[in-house]
């Protein structure tokens, strides 16, 4: 049996690599398994799935899988560059102006829910495949979560393989859940914890953060 992680930099920061235990690891220790941790820097919803894809072949029947949803509006966009060896053209001009850039972001910041929702009916077969052709346990959670239990009560996004972290207040996300209760790298910054300038405004969790985190992992798969 072996507990397979996807998912941001809240899954896996390399920043933090040498001190913090992430809640892979601490799921795995407490179920007593191994695990490999695909967790990465800035990955998108597209990128994790991409990954999990990638490692069908390894996952056996069994095995555990948990994905990490990160923010909807984190897409991966494949700029034109005229300086590759691939593209066969010439184009004229692959700049895109102020307007243009502005239009992108308001519809990544108007539309969260909606590419949140298309993020997980993206994955959601692939979750379904890995149970049903594979018999592995799947399991998912969201940075932030706040939207979807507001817009989506009845949705088949809260079914049984969804995590639940019982302490948090749903009207806020998991994000904010953990700054307000001082489960953060900025905490540990403020605290003298960390010295580091860089982590002083840092909001990924700290290891109170992952401990927290890894609780609701184990107590939903358990």
């Known amino acids: 049996m072996k507990l397979f992680a996807y998912g941001c930099s809240w899954t896996y920061y390399l ?27 800035g990955f998108s919803n597209f990128e994790s799935t991409n990954r999990l894809i ?10 555990i899988v948990v994905f990490q ?15 590759k060896w691939y593209y066969n053209f010439k184009l004229e001009n692959n700049n895109y102006n102020k307007e243009d850039y502005l239009l992108w972001l308001d519809f990544v910041n108007n539309f969260n829910l909606e590419l949140l929702l298309k993020d997980f009916y993206n994955t959601k077969p692939l979750f379904e495949h890995i149970e049903k052709n594979i018999g592995a346990k799947v399991r998912y959670w969201f940075s932030s979560c706040s939207e979807i239990l507001t817009y989506n009560k009845n949705s088949d996004m809260l079914n049984d393989n969804f995590i639940i972290m019982e ?11 953990l700054e307000k ?42």
Do not use: C
């Open 15 to 41: 920043a933090t690599k040498d001190f913090i235990k992430f809640w892979p690891e601490l799921v795995a220790k407490e179920l007593k398994i191994n695990f490999i941790n695909n967790g990465y820097n």
């Open 54 to 63: 990638k490692d069908l072949h390894l996952i056996q029947q069994n095995d």
């Open 181 to 222: 209760n001082n489960m953060t790298l900025s905490d540990d910054f403020k605290n003298g914890v960390l010295k580091d300038e860089n982590f002083k405004y840092d909001k990924h969790p700290n290891q109170d953060g992952h401990n927290f985190i890894a609780k609701y992992v184990v107590e939903s798969l358990k």
């Open 167 to 177: 302490n948090i207040d749903y009207s806020i996300n998991l994000i904010e859940y």
């Open 69 to 83: 949803f990160t923010f909807p509006n984190r897409l991966k966009v494949n700029y034109l560059d005229d300086d």
